[in-house]
């Protein structure tokens, strides 16, 4: 019975950390942060069939995509969670497999199949992470 709470927690705990820890949607950036490709085609030069081509090509990967991506994450979930437990609660070996598990692209978008924007499947480090969340400035206080 304890063990299916854990499991259940750590479940739970994966979900919560999928929807906080995935990339911004529609298309942002962390601030500070530039993961765009440069590219010489212009998104708005693309025509109307064109476009829409690519806006169903990728809605059609994106479903199994983000399936890989949702197994991945809720195993890597799993994972931290055990590894917290085996380390008696070290949070920093948990958000080692966390972080990178968790957060990424969950979505193929049209930017991606064009060539102007990378798709990231394992997400930031850690030290990336918090280097976005809290940038270090020496001398300032």
């Known amino acids: 019975m304890n063990t299916e709470r854990l499991l259940l927690f750590v479940v739970q705990l994966s979900l919560v950390g999928v929807v906080c820890y995935s990339t911004p949607a529609h298309g942002e950036e962390f601030p500070g942060v530039?993961?765009?490709?440069?590219?010489?085609?212009?998104?708005?030069?693309?025509?109307?069939?064109?476009?829409?081509?690519?806006?169903?090509?990728?809605?059609?990967?994106?479903?199994?995509?983000?399936?890989?991506?949702?197994v991945y994450a809720i195993g890597g979930g799993i994972v931290g969670g055990l590894a917290w437990v085996l380390t008696g609660g070290d949070m920093e070996v948990a958000k080692s497999i966390w972080i990178p598990s968790m957060t990424?692209?969950?979505?193929?978008?049209?930017?991606?199949?064009?060539?102007?924007?990378?798709?990231?499947?394992?997400?930031?480090?850690?030290?990336?992470?918090?280097?976005?969340?809290?940038?270090?400035?020496?001398?300032?206080?």
């Open 104 to 141: 990424g692209d969950y979505i193929v978008q049209p930017q991606h199949l064009t060539g102007d924007k990378h798709l990231y499947f394992v997400g930031t480090s850690s030290e990336e992470l918090l280097s976005i969340v809290v940038p270090y400035s020496p001398g300032v206080s």
């Open 34 to 70: 530039s993961r765009a490709q440069p590219s010489s085609s212009n998104p708005s030069s693309i025509a109307g069939p064109e476009r829409a081509g690519l806006q169903a090509a990728s809605w059609g990967l994106t479903i199994p995509y983000g399936a890989a991506k949702m």
